[in-house]
């Protein structure tokens, strides 16, 4: 066997693997989405993604590693919005409530995945875990940015950070859009909430 046909096996071999990894991830987020992590067990698993327990164990060891691959996949079909431009406008309380306005708009989209991955974190350390360096750190190091800019307005900071990050949470979208709230006006709320405009002057 010449070295080029070796490197190709290799290759191919390499390539197959990452199709299977990427099939079980699939099947995994989907079966997650539809009944939660605490439900879905390994063999309904590798009934979806056609495979053997025993692969799907060959691939992921346990839920530490399986979970960021799930969410590496759900992410890449339900990417997070583009806040860049929100995040440049001058006015701090519009930058607020476009951003919001944004998140808000995501989680709808995502409402059926992260509603059961919120209910469940705290009943499965792996996926608390998972959530803590992911989107809780997302929504710290947002707040954190948006705060920023009313700090420079004189405005106290950890008042106003946690503020913000409560704005920014899911739960709290839920419990707007639970209460009948479009989106916009549940991010103008918010905003409002958070930092109230000053009235104008009427002189």
Same mark, same amino acid.
């Given at each position: 066997?010449?070295?080029?046909?070796r490197r190709?096996?290799?290759?191919a071999?390499?390539?197959r693997?990452?199709?299977t990894?990427?099939?079980?991830?699939?099947?995994?987020?989907e079966?997650?989405?539809?009944?939660?992590?605490?439900?879905? #067990?390994?063999?309904?698993?590798? @009934?979806?993604?056609?495979?053997?327990? %025993?692969?799907?164990y060959?691939?992921?060891? &346990?839920?530490?590693?399986?979970?960021p691959?799930?969410?590496?996949?759900y992410?890449?079909?339900?990417?997070?919005?583009?806040?860049?431009?929100?995040?440049?406008?001058?006015?701090?309380h519009?930058?607020?409530e476009?951003?919001?306005?944004?998140?808000y708009?995501?989680y709808?989209?995502?409402?059926?995945?992260?509603g059961?991955?919120? *209910?469940e974190?705290?009943?499965?350390?792996?996926l608390?875990a998972?959530?803590?360096?992911?989107?809780?750190r997302l929504?710290?190091?947002?707040?954190?940015?948006?705060?920023?800019?009313?700090?420079?307005?004189? @405005?106290? *900071?950890?008042a106003?950070?946690?503020?913000?990050? %409560?704005?920014?949470?899911?739960? #709290?979208? @839920?419990?707007?859009?639970?209460e009948?709230?479009?989106? &916009?006006? *549940?991010?103008?709320?918010?905003?409002a909430?958070?930092?109230p @405009?000053?009235? %104008?002057s009427?002189?």
């Open positions: 066997m010449s070295t080029e046909t190709y096996e290799l290759r071999r390499a390539e693997q990452r199709q990894r990427d099939r079980i991830a699939a099947a995994a987020a079966l997650h989405e539809q009944q939660g992590v605490g439900r879905t #067990t390994v063999a309904e698993i590798a @009934r979806r993604a056609g495979v053997t327990r %025993v692969t799907v060959s691939h992921f060891a &346990d839920l530490s590693e399986l979970i691959a799930c969410s590496a996949h992410m890449a079909q339900h990417p997070m919005p583009d806040l860049q431009d929100a995040l440049a406008v001058t006015d701090p519009e930058r607020l476009i951003v919001l306005g944004r998140l708009g995501w709808r989209e995502t409402e059926p995945m992260f059961r991955l919120f *209910a974190r705290a009943l499965i350390p792996e608390d998972h959530m803590r360096q992911g989107i809780d929504q710290q190091d947002l707040a954190e940015d948006l705060a920023a800019a009313f700090r420079r307005r004189g @405005r106290a *900071a950890t106003l950070r946690v503020l913000i990050r %409560v704005a920014l949470d899911f739960p #709290t979208w @839920r419990r707007l859009s639970g009948g709230m479009p989106d &916009d006006a *549940a991010a103008a709320l918010m905003a909430a958070v930092a @405009r000053a009235p %104008v009427r002189r």
